[in-house]
């Protein structure tokens, strides 16, 4: 070979070896670039990511001494096998390092704690009239005290005019009062238009105001996490879906760790409940408090349920569509066809069809309606809240079957902009870990969601309003139920509390013929006082399209419903009970018909018209009071609905008397249940307990013969009815708990399940006549042979006995063959709105 | 005579600059060499890190599955961490379906049941309700489901109460009145197998009344293609007042 040859290969060579020298260092500190980002995720399997870590380390040495050897001993072939090695693990290091990247980017947007900056925006909102700052010096300027965008608008107003503020202690209020023109201009959040368009009949008064400037600035805010061991100590996580800065999902859900119970109870945004950061704690609509500051919703949610929250987990609109998009669809179950809202911000766009079926497939737009939705169902926003908890279910299911790390990755994108928590990445590798050791143990390993006993309840409440005389505005709310919220809190303090009463008896009983029903946690209506909405018939008739005389409302189509308006649908198309009260009537016991409202000398109870009773107090003598189904205090010679405290109508003659203390000194049913005890049907006796084979059902022992399978979603269930829009369940008057006892709480483990025992006779333990025992059997004790439902099977195999139909329950079909198929799922994002 | 290849001598500047390649390729080496130590020296302290991190959170325990004390035979499979009763009776249940017998089969499908069942002290949680393998098959999810809001509802407060080892424990299991001839209908098919009442003790606790505990009940054990299964658990007589919680 020629000098010049050899010269010009050197050359070659040398060129070679300096840009694989390059590529080689990049490909070195890549790969140790990736392995120190990866560090923070070793707690997933320490033994695992220090075996990765010392096979990287022997590839890398082995590249870098191939490279030498390349260089020394300049073979071809070498060359090329250190060429092939270099790329592929630059290849490797390329894409793991984005990955990596791109998970510790959004891991860093999601998860906040401690302090963080945002942006708050403040805006100036009057009437028509004043388009100018300028035009409001001097005037009247309503803010709400202790809101931070306040406090912005404030500050800089002063720099420009010199108004005088009027000081208001919930928004509602300022706005109404704006319309009223009782204040020239209102200090706002700059999303007030979002809190205020979802109320019926506020539209015009959002039209007659608009906003003149606003003012942003970056605030600091904190809010408080817990450090608290979630793999052994009970905790909870405030879970929000966020839209138009109102909080529309609100759920507090807990978990504890040794029971693996989630408690998910859920609470309509229209709550009419006392804001923490309010005024004097002012009342307002739950979903309002989100625009003071996530802080704000969960001092609030605190206070109502008096229960500590340990978390939260914040999600918005997009964020639905954005992840089950990414996740390239889901299969919700949707009773009913119909065409939904989407995403977009102006309300009214009904363009989303959703079709009916079993595992439907939809994408993120189909997805976000069918949780949206809530005017298909006679509950409305509660069967709206189940639905969400559905499509949260089925999007964390398809996350864990997702096998492509991309699409995952798309999935972490399309989180990153949308939701934050302050649950830190420790905490969530440490729960998972823990999860999979108890996966490990459990029987059913083809259905490992089911090691989770999932408890959904809600905050019952009834539709109400609030009504502003000076700008005869009424904002519809929900009162919450006091019964309700004790009852909720009592099931989340048992879950989170392991120093709770131990009350579950201890002997077990079980038929495989009957089906279970879990207890509900809440009640759907409570006896309690109801706060009577101030809002004038005349509202409800002229906002609905009908016209008012002055004492009743002329109905273009329909029919007038006290405290709703004029409705389509009409009482005299319903001939059954059922039917008419899931359309939103009331069934008139009296006449046996269907009605808008009950006639006079009748009292609605929300379902029912029932004959009303007079005063107990216009009667005065011992005859008068007890034959009109009261009670008769002999010493202080009054009359009475119920004996005073203190004293019992031990007897069941209408005279009270002292509280007895011992069951047995109760000859009657009700006195027995009000004085604390039990009364066994069967027997017509007074028990201290329920017996076994027994249920308490509002204070009386029965057989139970209910079959229903069991839910774990909230109680709500759609309408039967096929039609696409029927009335809303109205209850302006709940229906008075049909049970006297004291006790109105029940607890996740109450009295015995409602597993009938069948009388020796169906049940065929006894053996055939052809088979002679060598010693003689005695049947199985039946506690209640008069209360045998007779054949079993046909009331119960079915899983229902006619009465409601149940939901779908949670988790069921999770979990199958997916990367994470030993995962299960701790935190629902229930981004769901509206 | 073959030919040689004539050498040439190299011109000075073909010298200077094989001597300078050479001198770049000796300071690449040198330059990867360097690295490499640095990549060692990384490695080692990012395994040493991973080694020494210590979680923010994650103290909670569960019990580790002895793999070692898995039985199993052609139907059933005991139950995680068994007592020493447990395995004493699933032998027995073992060696009655290698004999095809029924009524013995029966008879130990409730004895491990029982012994399964109402022992705590070898359970993590309440998610770990015991002698799901010996219900009736399509049952089991909701068996297990009543037995979580009931009897099992608060092994979380006796465990973190009292300490699982001082739970109830299964002492011993008697068996009586196995009757042929008793039949289950579930979802419309029968199926038929045998009833038979159990007695059990518990062994002693420091901590709580195992006396209060349910220590008797009937069962109807049904044959399903062929597998012995429970399809009733139901408590005998009046013994149980109710009500009564068992700690102390």
């Given amino acids: ?834 | 005579m073959t030919k040689q290849t004539k050498r040439v001598p190299l011109s000075p500047e073909e010298k200077a600059r094989r001597r300078k390649a050479k001198k770049v390729n000796n300071n690449i080496t040198f330059g990867i060499i360097i690295l490499s130590v640095v990549v060692i020296a990384f490695f080692i302290f990012n395994i040493f890190s991973i080694g020494l991190k210590k979680s923010e959170s994650g103290s909670g325990t569960t019990l580790a599955v002895d793999k070692g004390q898995k039985l199993s035979n052609d139907q059933y499979e005991i139950g995680n961490n068994p007592t020493d009763v447990q395995k004493e009776y699933f032998n027995e249940l073992s060696n009655a379906v290698e004999a095809n017998d029924p009524e013995k089969i029966a008879e130990y499908v409730v004895k491990s049941f029982v012994s399964d069942y109402y022992t705590w002290t070898n359970k993590d949680g309440n998610y770990e309700v015991g002698g799901v393998q010996y219900i009736f098959g399509t049952k089991f999810t909701a068996f297990q489901e009543e037995a979580r809001w009931t009897f099992y509802s608060d092994l979380d407060l006796y465990i973190t109460q009292y300490g699982r080892e001082n739970l109830i424990e299964v002492a011993s299991v008697e068996t009586s009145q196995l009757q042929p001839g008793a039949t289950s209908t579930i979802n419309g098919e029968e199926y038929e197998g045998y009833y038979l009442e159990a007695n059990w003790t518990y062994k002693d606790s420091s901590a709580i009344d195992v006396s209060k505990f349910q220590n008797r009940a009937y069962f109807v054990v049904v044959n399903n293609n062929g597998r012995y299964e429970i399809t009733e658990v139901q408590p005998l007589g009046n013994d149980l007042t109710g009500g009564e919680t068992a700690n102390e």
């Fill in chain 1, 1 to 834: 070979m020629s000098n010049n040859k050899k010269s010009s290969r050197m050359n070659q060579n040398l060129t070679l070896n300096i840009v694989l020298a390059v590529i080689l260092v990049l490909v070195d500190l890549g790969m140790m670039y990736l392995m120190y980002t990866l560090t923070s995720f070793s707690n997933l399997s320490k033994l695992i990511f220090i075996i990765i870590n010392v096979v990287v380390l022997i590839l890398l040495l082995a590249l870098n001494f191939l490279f030498i050897a390349t260089i020394k001993s300049r073979k071809k072939s070498l060359f090329n096998t250190t060429i092939i090695i270099t790329v592929v693990l630059a290849i490797l290091s390329g894409y793991g390092t984005y990955a990596s990247f791109t998970i510790n980017k959004n891991v860093d947007k999601i998860v906040v704690t401690g302090e963080q900056t945002e942006m708050v925006e403040a805006a100036i909102v009057a009437k028509s009239g004043i388009v100018d700052i300028s035009d409001l010096d001097g005037k009247n300027i309503g803010y709400v005290s202790g809101a931070t965008y306040a406090d912005i608008g404030k500050s800089n107003l002063d720099a420009e005019i010199s108004a005088n503020y009027v000081e208001y202690v919930d928004i509602n209020t300022l706005f109404t009062d704006l319309v009223a023109d009782e204040v020239d201009a209102a200090i706002m959040p700059s999303n007030y238009v979002g809190l205020f368009e979802v109320v019926s009949g506020y539209e015009e008064a959002l039209a007659s105001v608009s906003t003149i400037t606003s003012y942003s600035e970056k605030v600091t805010v904190s809010v408080e996490t817990s450090d608290k061991d979630i793999t052994s100590e009970p905790f909870s996580i405030l879970v929000l879906g966020v839209d138009e800065g109102r909080s529309d999902a609100n759920m507090l859900v807990t978990v504890n760790p040794i029971s693996l119970t989630i408690t998910m109870t859920s609470i309509a945004r229209d709550s009419y409940v006392p804001i923490a950061c309010y005024s004097g704690q002012a009342s307002d609509k739950l979903g309002h408090a989100r625009v003071q500051g996530i802080q704000c919703t969960i001092d609030t949610i605190e206070n109502l349920l008096d229960v500590e929250i340990d978390y939260y987990f914040e999600s918005n609109f997009q964020g639905v569509v954005s992840i089950v998009d990414a996740l390239g669809g889901i299969v919700i179950n949707n009773p009913y066809e119909f065409t939904g809202q989407d995403s977009s911000d102006e309300r009214g766009h009904y363009t989303v069809w959703i079709p009916a079926g079993e595992n439907v497939p939809v994408n993120g737009e189909q997805a976000l309606a069918f949780a949206r939705e809530r005017h298909l169902y006679a509950s409305g926003d509660f069967q709206r809240q189940a639905n969400q908890q559905h499509v949260v279910e089925r999007i964390l299911q398809k996350a864990m079957e997702t096998r492509d790390l991309n699409k995952l990755l798309n999935v972490l994108d399309a989180a990153g902009d949308n939701v934050t928590t302050n649950i830190t990445v420790d905490q969530f590798i440490s729960l998972f870990n823990y999860i999979i050791e108890k996966a490990n143990r459990y029987y059913d390993q083809d259905n490992i969601i089911n090691m989770f006993n999932i408890v959904g309840s809600r905050v019952t409440g009834y539709n109400s309003s609030v009504w502003s005389e000076a700008s005869q505005l009424a904002m519809s709310i929900v009162r919450p139920y006091e019964g309700s919220i004790v009852d909720n809190h009592d099931s989340i303090v048992r879950n989170l509390d392991l120093n709770s009463e131990i009350d579950a008896l201890p002997y077990f009983y079980w038929n495989a013929k009957f089906e279970y029903i879990p207890p509900k946690i809440s009640n759907e209506t409570y006896s309690e006082q109801i706060i009577q909405a101030e809002t004038p018939q005349s509202y409800w008739c002229t906002t609905t399209g009908g016209t008012w005389d002055g004492s009743a409302c002329a109905c273009p189509a329909g029919e007038f419903v006290e405290n709703k308006g004029c409705v389509q649908d009409s009482a005299s198309n319903y001939t059954e009970v059922s039917a008419c009260q899931a359309a939103g009537f009331i069934w008139d016991e009296s006449t046996n018909t269907c009605v808008t409202t009950c006639p006079e000398g009748t009292t609605s109870d929300g379902k029912y018209c029932r004959a009303t009773k007079a005063d107990p107090s216009t009667y005065t003598n011992e005859a008068d009071c007890i034959n009109n189904g009261n009670k008769w205090d002999p010493t202080t010679g009054k009359c009475y609905a119920q004996c005073p405290s203190g004293t019992n109508d031990n007897d069941g003659d209408g005279k009270c008397s002292a509280t007895q203390k011992n069951p047995s000194d109760h000859k009657d049913q009700q006195s027995c249940i009000a004085a604390g005890f039990k009364w066994d049907k069967a027997k017509g006796t007074c028990v201290q307990t329920c017996p076994s084979g027994t249920t308490d059902k509002s204070g009386v022992c029965e057989v139970s013969t209910t079959t229903t399978p069991p839910t774990t979603s909230p109680s709500p269930t759609p309408t039967t009815s096929p039609s696409p829009s029927p009335s809303p369940s109205p209850s302006p008057s709940p229906s008075p708990s049909p049970s006297p006892s004291p006790s109105p709480s029940p607890s996740p483990s109450p009295s015995p399940s409602p597993s009938p025992s069948p009388s020796p006779s169906q049940d065929p333990v006894v053996p055939s006549p052809s088979t002679e025992p060598e010693v003689p059997v005695d049947p199985p004790v039946d506690p209640s042979p008069s209360t045998d439902p007779g054949n079993g099977e046909n009331t119960t195999e079915n899983g229902t006995n006619g009465t409601e139909e149940v939901p779908v329950t949670a988790f069921n079909n999770l979990l199958k063959d997916g990367i994470f198929n030993r995962i299960s799922l701790v935190y629902k994002a229930n981004n769901l709105l509206k």
